[in-house]
């Protein structure tokens, strides 16, 4: 791809902070109360794995899309080797179909001229307006396409998960008091 011409597109700033703050509100606490509870588990292997988690999850969460005139790619960092991105000429766009989810919602797949598929990035910032660059570039149709999770669905996540985090300063509290007797 030409550097001018490329227009990028980053995963959702509320769906990558909301994930990796609840990543962290679920694994934390852990060494803490691994050294309470004296299990055989030690705290320390427990950071380690933390460490490696967020790490994964950070590479996970930092996809981007660049669009041009011929083409879409998806990429991820090159640090990240365990998800691969795809690239697929605009030329060989056939179709946008739609498929449910397992919860209900909507992903939608370009099928390319060889019946491959590819998923439609649905939770990057200014996901509008990559839906218009499908279609200004292919021709198809995308007045229905909608994201998959609105952003105020992140929003109450990330409030509950504040919450679950105000629990995990008590029970560190607990556990490290109870580490103290």
């Known amino acids: 791809m030409k550097t001018e011409e490329i227009t990028r597109f980053n ?3 509320i769906v990558r902070i909301t994930l990796l703050s609840l990543y ?3 694994t934390v606490p852990l060494p803490y109360l691994a050294t309470a509870t004296k299990s055989e588990v030690s705290s320390e292997w427990l950071w380690v794995a933390i460490a490696i988690g967020f790490i994964g ?3 996970a969460l930092s996809e981007r899309v660049l669009v ?3 083409q879409i790619q998806v990429t991820y960092p090159k ?3 365990f998800r691969r991105g795809w690239q697929l000429e605009w030329s060989k766009v056939r179709d946008l179909k739609a498929r449910s989810t397992g919860q209900g919602g909507l992903v ?3 099928v390319s001229d060889d019946e491959k598929g590819y998923l439609l990035p649905m939770r990057i910032a200014g996901f509008a307006r990559s839906v218009k660059v499908v279609q200004e570039r292919t021709q198809i149709d995308t007045r229905d396409v909608k994201p998959l999770a609105q952003p105020w669905m992140y929003l109450i996540l990330f409030v509950l998960t504040i919450f679950l985090g105000l629990v995990d300063v008590w029970a560190i509290v607990a556990a490290r008091t109870m580490q103290n007797l």
């Open 24 to 26: 962290l509100a679920l």
């Open 79 to 81: 640090w990240f080797p």
């Open 57 to 59: 999850l950070y590479g």
């Open 11 to 13: 995963l959702s700033p």
């Open 68 to 70: 041009d005139a011929t």
């Open 108 to 110: 939608y797949y370009f």
